[in-house]
């Protein structure tokens, strides 16, 4: 018990640093939405960290940080290069009740740095569980590790077809082409799909116990991705653009599912 308590602890103070570190950097450049790239690095460090601390089977404890820097190492990188140039997220300007310049960076700090490190250490207990307990499920650790290899898959290919669609000059008002056509929001259910599967590696391969402990930390992730941060806020821009409520009605909003006309408006 003492050592799942420091590795938890670990886990909580890389937390705390990587959105310290975040927030100043944010506040210099004056975007909260600097805060999206730091989410993906955020959840690497706490994997290296907590993996560098804790004592239990050495496969387990180093393949986890693995499968999360796959993952977070990408989409820190795919968030980069994609706000090069842009100004701030309208996400964070609805958050917060306006530009950060007009409301204050305190309530930034209240309302997206606080509460993103703390669902960062959060989502990621199972991660930290799998440091600090021994593998009792090897199967379970197996399928864990396909469900990632989807969700990696399903972000990486709905990226890629996102951006050909930008580049091609006869591309129609909306993306509905190849995983987009299937659901309105290809990346964050491979979001979904990855922390469902570090949850079967870390968490519930570790024990019953374990898992029980640890299914919130997914569950969580998938209601950022779909009510909080995610879909549903991103939505609510998305349906001003010509031809995006159209789309609506036809392609699934989160869990991917064929093309096919929806009734109501």
């Not at 404890?61 to 993952?71: G, Q």
């Not at 989807?150 to 082409?177: C, H, I, N, W």
């Amino acid at each position: 018990m003492g050592e799942v308590l420091t590795v938890l602890a670990v886990g909580l103070a890389t937390a705390a640093v990587v959105m310290t570190v975040t927030a100043a950097i944010a506040r210099r450049l004056g975007r909260v939405a600097v805060v999206d790239v730091a989410w993906g690095l955020g959840f690497v460090a706490i994997a290296v960290t907590t993996a560098l601390v804790g004592d239990t089977d050495a496969v387990r404890r180093w393949l986890v940080p693995v499968l999360v820097a796959t993952w977070g190492l990408r989409l820190a990188w795919h968030i980069r290069r994609r706000a090069v140039g842009a100004g701030e997220d309208p996400r964070y300007e609805e958050l917060l009740g306006g530009p950060v310049d007009e409301v204050g960076f305190g309530v930034a700090v209240r309302k997206v740095f606080v509460v993103q490190g703390a669902a960062m250490w959060f989502i990621s207990l199972p991660v930290q569980v799998g440091a600090a307990r021994p593998v009792l499920w090897w199967p379970v650790l197996v399928v864990g590790c396909a469900l990632w290899l989807v969700g990696v898959v399903f972000e990486a290919t709905g990226d890629a077809q996102l951006a050909s669609y930008k580049k091609d000059p006869d591309r129609g008002p909306v993306m509905d082409r190849g995983l987009w056509g299937w659901t309105r929001h290809p990346n964050y259910f491979g979001d979904a799909c990855v922390w469902w599967g570090l949850w079967l590696v870390g968490g519930l391969a570790s024990g019953w116990v374990p898992g029980l402990l640890t299914v919130l930390a997914p569950v969580a992730m998938t209601y950022f991705l779909v009510f909080a941060t995610g879909a549903r806020l991103l939505e609510r821009t998305m349906m001003q653009r010509p031809g995006y409520p159209k789309y609506a009605d036809h392609t699934s909003m989160f869990f991917p599912l064929p093309p096919r006309r929806r009734s109501g408006g």
